[in-house]
């Protein structure tokens, strides 16, 4: 079955935390309860998610674009929903104070974004490694250099190795719930793996959109740290002789085997994972009109750009079938190779310089020519709709009419 | 943890290794004025170590795990280096993360044993070699001092990174030659005690592992403090007998050489009037219940 509660979690469902919250079963949060509108930006999209997540921990740094939400759970703390919170000094420090904390028992969070996500590298690899069911909200912004504060999604491409759950939101409903999700999913035994989810920075943090909330008096169980498939570091089991990852310090077969193995079962974690995800977010893609001969293929915000550039171009009569991508990793291969069978040009926009996207797409199916990574911004170029009309335009040999186009 | 839950499923009993059923029965988790003086008579808490012979690395683990006041709810967290080739050997919970985080993962620890144990004794330690505390660590271990994090941060000094065969360190002394350090190295010893003592630590000692009624006295002060008060460091010297040129026999004349009057690791403290006054109370509690017996 899949995100399943342990006996502990259920025996608390119903009862009240301190903040006279209700610890509620998600399965009726998420799909049952009763829920209001609220026009927010997304940065009070995560408060308002993490009032309802029952997180011990949180470590805080400022970047832009996530500083107005890292402060925003401060106040959460301030008022008593958040257990313990701290400003680190620099996200380096905070996402080993994040481990520290998960590998003593806390639900934890943190925020971060490009430079800070890069500063903070090195714990990605670890958390997964450690099996530590951290949920990191990146807001994705660009990268140096050049200094860009910028939305970019260039730094998704360097998480997609790590190991990690990655999944990508395009609208601020979708943040709103897969915060929440995230840890349900993250935290089940099986998979018990870090989470990035990642939104577009300033696109999705700092515009205002109506978000429909699940009720504020009902709150996610709290993590049951004897879920782990590691042991928690609490000494409240007996100590074994070993550390959280194997130690591998000898230079013979024996320690080469068991580190490849520890990898090879974090990776399987991962692709554990799917049969929680699936039905938790409604499917790792979501399709429209993939009968058409023309998709576009995208997550985050290029998706809804890829929405408006799908509505122009019904009115010039042309018929553009859309996958939306809301899973990275794991990466949803079967998915995508079934929505893309019939296409035969299949666009990939970006929001940054690598095209790391339609490379994963690339690699997942067969006559791979038929894709157009593109149209790529970067730098915090928006990408008006007209651009990938444009993209589709040219690719197909079409008349183009821009600016800068030769003039009929 | 209770120390009814390090208990053997007495159906597997006899398939147990020796080395387990010795510590479920003859370790010293839960005793009372427990210390250096149970080595020898009882299962100590590090089971072997893969150290050079005669390293005083290995004989600091061992006073250090003797004198921990509540082993049994104590977590350490470790740094890469020597030290981590010993941590599997141990039998406390304990934690190797990233070089240099070990203050940055102790703080987030600490935080979330006092949320899930309000009021219960979680001691967390760090221990870690120079080059973890002083140079990739340093801003994490100021950090988490400025910030008054309750643990105890201990530095196994060797002088250099010995571990990836002897290169210079901040808490080498200036003038030593040493790998990456071809003429010698440039600028003086970190003060890292008085550094320490600036950076809002409530306790600190500076001195070698030459007698373990010290090191157990110290630990012991140190872990309390840091319960109750504040951060507290201990820089404990821990020579790396191979990097020195030294034999296995050696390592203790050159820590008793080194504490000498006037010598770098004389014995050294800096404590904050709290951490004064707290470590008085506990010698006149001590000290009471004989008076009362005599009177």
């Known amino acids: 079955m899949a995100n399943e509660l342990s006996e502990v979690q259920r025996s608390l469902i119903g009862k009240q935390n301190k903040k006279g919250q209700t610890y509620t079963d998600p399965q009726h949060l998420f799909f049952e309860a009763p829920r209001t509108a609220a026009f927010f930006t997304g940065s009070e999209v995560i408060k308002e998610a993490i009032r309802r997540a029952s997180v011990d921990v949180m470590v805080a740094y400022p970047i832009t674009p996530q500083s107005e939400a890292a402060a925003l759970i401060g106040e959460l703390y301030a008022a008593g929903y958040v257990a313990d919170y701290m400003r680190g000094e620099s996200e380096f420090a905070v996402m080993g104070q994040c481990a520290g904390a998960a590998f003593g028992g806390a639900r934890v969070f943190t925020t971060t974004a490009g430079p800070g996500t890069m500063r903070a590298f090195e714990n990605f690899p670890m958390w997964v490694g450690s099996r530590l069911p951290i949920q990191v909200i990146v807001t994705c912004r660009g990268i140096n250099s050049p200094l860009s504060i910028q939305p970019d999604t260039l730094e998704m491409y360097f998480l997609l190795g790590t190991g990690m759950l990655v999944w990508h939101a395009e609208t601020a409903q979708d943040f709103y719930d897969w915060i929440l999700k995230a840890y349900i999913v993250a935290e089940q035994p099986d998979v018990h793996l870090p989470i990035a989810v990642c939104c577009d920075g300033f696109f999705v943090t700092h515009t205002k959109d109506t978000v429909m909330l699940t009720p504020p008096d009902m709150c996610l169980p709290p993590y049951d740290p004897y879920r782990s498939p590691v042991p928690c570091m609490d000494m409240e089991t007996p100590p074994v002789r070993m550390m959280r990852d194997p130690f591998i310090m000898k230079s013979n077969y024996i320690s080469y085997m068991t580190h490849a193995s520890w990898q090879e079962e974090t990776r399987g974690a991962c692709e554990r994972s799917r ?133 009929s | 943890m209770s120390k009814e839950k390090i208990q053997i499923c007495p159906e597997f009993y006899d398939i147990m290794p020796p080395e387990y059923r010795d510590l479920v029965e003859q370790a010293t988790y839960g005793k009372e004025g427990r210390g250096w003086k149970d080595i020898g008579q009882s299962k100590e808490l590090i089971e072997d170590h893969s150290l050079c012979a005669g390293c005083p690395e290995s004989m600091a683990f061992r006073y250090i795990l003797a004198s921990l006041p509540n082993p049994e709810d104590t977590v350490m967290v470790g740094s890469t280096g020597c030290t981590s080739l010993v941590f599997p050997h141990v039998a406390v919970h304990n934690i190797h993360s990233l070089f240099g985080n070990q203050n940055a993962i102790a703080s987030g620890l600490k935080r979330a044993l006092s949320v899930r144990f309000p009021g219960r004794i979680k001691d967390v330690v760090v221990l870690a070699g120079d080059g973890a505390t002083v140079d990739i660590g340093l801003d994490m271990t100021l950090q988490a001092w400025f910030r008054q994090e309750k643990f105890t941060t201990i530095c196994f000094d060797n002088e250099l990174y010995a571990n990836t065969g002897g290169q210079e360190s901040g808490l080498m002394r200036k003038g030593f030659v040493a790998k990456m350090a071809p003429m010698g190295k440039t600028f003086e010893k970190v003060k890292l005690p008085e550094i320490a003592r600036e950076s809002g630590c409530a306790y600190v000692v500076n001195c070698t592992v030459s007698k373990p009624s010290l090191v157990e006295k110290v630990i012991r002060n140190a872990v309390l403090i840091a319960r109750e008060i504040g951060p507290t460091y201990l820089q404990l010297y821990t020579p790396c007998i191979l990097e020195i040129g030294k034999n296995s026999m050696e390592g203790l004349q050159e820590m008793r050489d080194s504490e000498k009057p006037g010598e770098r690791f004389q014995y050294k403290e800096f404590m904050t009037d709290e951490a004064k006054k707290f470590l008085a109370d506990m010698e006149a509690q001590k000290k009471q219940p004989a008076a009362l017996a005599q009177a």
């Open chain 1, 275 to 407: 049969k929680h995800t699936i039905p938790m977010i409604g499917g790792l893609i979501e399709t429209e009109n993939v009968d058409a001969e023309i998709l576009i293929v995208a997550s985050g915000t290029a998706v809804s750009q890829g929405r408006e550039a799908i509505r122009l171009l019904e009115d010039e009569g042309m018929r553009v079938g859309l996958v939306k991508i809301k899973a990275l990793r794991p990466f949803p291969y079967e998915e995508i190779r079934e929505a893309t069978k019939n296409a035969k040009h299949i666009f990939v926009p970006e929001f940054n310089v690598i095209g790391w996207l339609a490379q994963e797409i690339k690699a997942a199916i067969p006559d791979n020519h038929r894709v157009i990574a593109g149209p790529h911004v970067a730098g915090g170029m928006t990408m008006p709709s007209e651009v990938i009309v444009e993209e589709i335009h040219k690719a197909l040999g079409q008349h183009v009419t821009t600016l800068a186009g030769r003039g």
